[in-house]
């Protein structure tokens, strides 16, 4: 039963480069969050999603940022024309919906180093 | 708005030391409270949780107990060893999201 699959695990792009984040979730977990790590911080929310649907994207940064989880293929974080501040190590989690409600399965998260 | 602040790193102990983590929150409301572990190169996992005051979580030989009056939830273990180094994430949730504190690194020596 494998967890959540994240790739790529390491990526570097190049200023107003764009990255692509992959996230598959749990098997049976309809749930996918995005949480980014910044240097010497803690884990911020980003965006929640159910399949085809954002539910909360109330951390995500306005501009640049995107992310959608297709009703089929892994969720994916989109960041556009990226800057050295993107650089970070993003984490995805998933959940089986309400009921799993805060126990969230976390990949192993995929660091972006931008040059 | 919520947060959560732990106790800065790195912790460095011998094996078989008493292990103390300190996590301490703000929320308005009653959140539950989670510790997840980060062992080197991978994601992170629950540890343990309690989701009302006075709880005790406890996983592994791990504890920790929800503290409305001091609004706590300190990570403790007895007799830590080698393989529990790792990077310990302290949370509360917010609804449908956690609120991380920015995490404490242990190392056990042998």
């Known amino acids: 039963n494998a967890g959540v699959m994240q790739n790529p695990r390491h990526l570097v792009r190049r200023r107003g480069q764009e990255a692509r984040l992959r996230c598959s979730p749990m098997?049976?977990?309809?749930?996918v969050y995005w949480y980014r790590q910044l240097p010497e911080e803690g884990l911020k929310f980003m965006v929640y999603?159910?399949?085809?649907?954002?539910?909360?994207e109330s951390g995500m940064p306005k501009e640049r940022f995107s992310a959608e989880f297709p009703k089929e293929g892994p969720s994916i974080l989109r960041i556009q024309q990226v800057v050295r501040g993107d650089s970070a190590a993003y984490f995805c989690?998933?959940?089986?919906?309400?009921?799993?409600?805060?126990?969230?399965?976390f990949g192993a998260g995929s660091r972006l180093t931008v040059l | 708005g919520d947060s959560v602040t732990q106790m800065e790193g790195p912790v460095t102990l011998s094996e078989e030391a008493f292990l103390t983590i300190n996590c301490t929150y703000t929320?308005?409301?009653?959140?539950?409270l989670f510790w997840y572990v980060q062992y080197p190169g991978e994601g992170l996992q629950l540890l343990l949780k309690?989701?009302?005051?006075?709880d005790k979580g406890s996983n592994k030989g791990f504890e920790a107990t929800y503290r409305k009056e001091t609004t706590s939830f300190h990570l403790e273990k007895g007799s830590v060893q080698v393989s529990d180094s790792a990077v310990y994430f302290c949370?509360?949730?917010?609804?449908?999201?956690?609120?991380f504190g920015k995490g404490t690194k242990l190392t056990v020596n042998p």
């Open positions: 929320a308005t409301g009653y959140p539950s």
């Open positions: 309690a989701t009302k005051a006075d």
């Open positions: 999603l159910q399949k085809e649907n954002i539910i909360d």
């Open positions: 949370a509360l949730g917010d609804g449908e999201k956690l609120v």
């Open positions: 989690a998933s959940s089986p919906g309400l009921a799993g409600a805060n126990v969230l399965t």
């Open positions: 098997k049976g977990h309809s749930h």
